[in-house]
């Protein structure tokens, strides 16, 4: 079976500092990785994916995010966070071999200071 | 990138009734599509999946007579949630594959007060 875990349940960060959301996932094969964020009262948008080649991957917003195979983790990070990065974000793993099911972490608040 | 419509965005309907969600992938062919249940401050549950022309798949400990799902056409499913009680007011989420894709995209979710 998949499983996500994001170990903290809210992170905060002065506006301009960088901002780091951690994700450890456990799966039988070879992951694919997403994060998403939400907004109040809104769905999930997408933010980055990796499925295969560069460790490192750049999605929306300046958020990147890096494959660690022997960590198992997927950690979010942007180098200098805004006050609009203030949101839920999830980390989710998908396996092709469950039927292309996502399972998603618990969720981590983020709030980002002035 | 895809995009997903849900309608409504909110609605309440009394005891007993039922309420039908629908989601759209308006840019884009899905033949496989997710339902998630939210509840507040907490992670998404998978509901159901969703493929067209067959049955959905339901996950263990949802009532597939209580959450009706039907998935008629490549770009639309639909929720029903049937003698809705209070407990099963939520935030409800659809999700869809772009054929051939990798990336499952999300619809704004829909709300459901049952009062």
Redesign the interface.
């Known amino acids: 079976a998949q499983s996500v875990a994001q170990p903290e349940d809210q992170v905060n960060v002065a506006e301009g500092n960088p901002l780091t959301v951690k994700c450890t996932y456990s799966v039988s094969g070879n992951p694919?990785l997403?994060w998403?964020v939400q907004y109040p009262?809104?769905?999930?948008?997408?933010l980055l994916?990796y499925?295969t080649g560069d460790n490192l991957v750049k999605g929306s917003y300046g958020f990147e995010a890096e494959f660690n195979k022997s960590q198992t983790s997927f950690h979010l990070k942007k180098p200098s966070a805004l006050v609009s990065d203030s949101a839920l974000y999830?980390c989710a793993v998908?396996d092709r071999a469950a039927?292309?099911?996502?399972?998603?972490?618990?969720?981590t608040r983020v709030l980002v200071k002035p | 990138?895809a995009v997903?419509s849900?309608h409504p965005s909110w609605v309440i309907c009394k005891s007993g009734t039922s309420v039908k969600i629908e989601c759209r992938s308006l840019d884009f062919q899905a033949t496989?599509m997710?339902w998630y249940r939210q509840f507040p401050k907490?992670?998404?549950m998978?509901m159901a999946?969703s493929n067209e022309g067959s049955k959905a798949?339901y996950e263990q400990g949802v009532e597939k007579d209580k959450f009706l799902i039907n998935h008629a056409s490549l770009t639309l499913s639909t929720l029903t949630v049937t003698s809705a009680h209070p407990e099963d007011s939520s935030?409800y989420?659809c999700?869809a594959?772009r054929g051939g894709g990798?990336?499952?995209?999300?619809?704004?979710?829909s709300?459901l007060t049952v009062v």
Request: proline residues 0%; aromatic residues 24%.
């Open positions: 694919y997403f998403y009262n809104r769905g999930l948008q997408f994916k499925i999830f998908r039927g292309n099911k996502l399972t998603f972490g618990g969720g | 990138g997903v849900q496989t997710f907490q992670s998404l998978l999946t798949t935030f989420i999700s594959i990798n990336t499952i995209y999300f619809g704004e979710g709300w």
